[in-house]
């Protein structure tokens, strides 16, 4: 035995850079970009073709719900107000006419009665022939049936008038109704439009929105969508270094493809996006600006306070997973572990390691270790370690 231990001397230590194991956090993430928009965020479109009146409000300013933001004058009302007036004139004439029209044939009606009463009395005394007597009498019968004719036709007139008032007055009220107004305590985004300005229907007038709330509106590839669901945390920040980070949730995702980006990718398959919004937890009290874009990283899971590990430290051997770790003599040894929650850089382990325990975060190209191995009292990597390629 003595013999065999002298021919054969001590391994040499090997330096490898070890890690102590701690507790940390873990998250699997999809980030995406966003644009910030106000809670309630819309903009207010020309209901027809309109003119401004005037503008009652002012960019940045805060208005309470009810506040009249703008007065329309809509063109096309207005040209119906003024044929309507036109024909409320016409209505006026025709009915004096139909007064005189009355007057008239009621003053036949007298002369035609008159003239038949004398026809009587020489009829009587045989003074005209009864054909006479009877044509002065049919025309009594035809100045009272004109008379009837003209009082309907001055009753036509005169609804004819009252159809027209009605039409007339509620062409009054929709000019003096068109306005628009806040429907949410709110403040005013943008105006797009000055008193006197011609505006076609669909047109944008203004934008509004809840500064208390900010959302942010998401184009998700319908590979994260299909991941992403509503309540999930999102972490929102401006695109750049050190930038501050805002906290929300998932509120909403389109259950479909938005078909205005629906084509084909390589391969004929179906390529798009997918709609979707996050809500901030707090107001960023005005470090995010209205329509700028942002980074949002979804947290799709997550694991806080759990052993966690680089995943570069954890080999395979068939079904097992281990990891090396140096134990109190300094040697290597394999630790079997149960792998949990993993993402691209990190794993969490739920059995089989202890805080403290001084583990192998990678090994380098070439290098490989077994079990009692020297190894090297080389310094302590950090715990966050992340191996770089070809380490």
């Known amino acids: 035995m003595g013999y065999r231990k002298y021919l054969t001397p001590p391994l040499e230590p090997i330096s490898v850079g070890t890690t102590p194991v701690e507790i940390g956090s873990l998250e699997i993430t999809v980030t ?119 009082e309907v036709e001055l009753t036509n007139a005169k609804l004819d008038i009252e159809n027209n008032q009605l039409t007339l007055q509620n062409t009054l009220t929709q000019l003096s109704d068109n306005q628009i107004v806040a429907p949410i305590d709110a403040v005013v985004l943008d105006i797009s439009v000055q008193p006197g300005d011609g505006v076609t229907q669909g047109g944008e007038l203004l934008t509004i929105g809840d500064p208390f709330k900010e959302t942010v509106r998401l184009q998700l590839t319908t590979l994260n969508a299909a991941k992403v669901d509503v309540n999930m945390p999102v972490e929102v920040s401006m695109i750049g270094p050190d930038a501050q980070i805002f906290l929300g949730r998932i509120t909403r995702v389109s259950p479909q493809v938005n078909s205005q980006d629906n084509s084909s990718g390589r391969g004929g398959e179906q390529s798009g996006t997918v709609e979707a919004e996050a809500i901030l937890n707090e107001p960023s009290d005005g470090s995010l600006i209205p329509g700028s874009v942002v980074s949002v990283e979804v947290i799709l899971d997550q694991r806080q306070s759990v052993v966690v590990v680089p995943l570069t430290a954890i080999q395979s051997e068939g079904d097992r997973q281990f990891v090396w770790v140096k134990d109190a003599e300094n040697q290597a040894q394999q630790k079997t572990v149960t792998v949990g929650l993993k993402n691209l850089q990190s794993a969490e382990i739920t059995s089989g390691l202890r805080v403290g325990d001084e583990i192998v975060p990678a090994l380098p190209p070439g290098l490989e270790l077994t079990a009692g191995m020297p190894l090297a009292d080389a310094p302590a990597l950090p715990a966050d370690f992340v191996a770089p390629p070809g380490f």
């Open 32 to 150: 995406e970009s966003g644009t910030v928009e106000l809670n309630e965020q819309q903009t207010f479109k020309s209901p027809s073709d309109v003119t401004v009146e005037s503008v009652q409000v002012e960019e940045r300013q805060r208005v309470a719900a009810g506040t009249v933001l703008l007065e329309l004058r809509d063109r096309g009302l207005q040209r119906d107000l003024n044929n309507q007036q036109v024909e409320n004139q016409k209505l006026d004439n025709l009915l004096a006419r139909k007064l005189e029209v009355l007057q008239e044939r009621q003053d036949k009606l007298q002369l035609a009665q008159d003239r038949f009463v004398d026809s009587q009395s020489l009829f009587d005394r045989g003074f005209i022939s009864e054909d006479a007597y009877r044509q002065d009498q049919q025309s009594v019968d035809d100045a009272l049936s004109a008379i009837k004719d003209a």
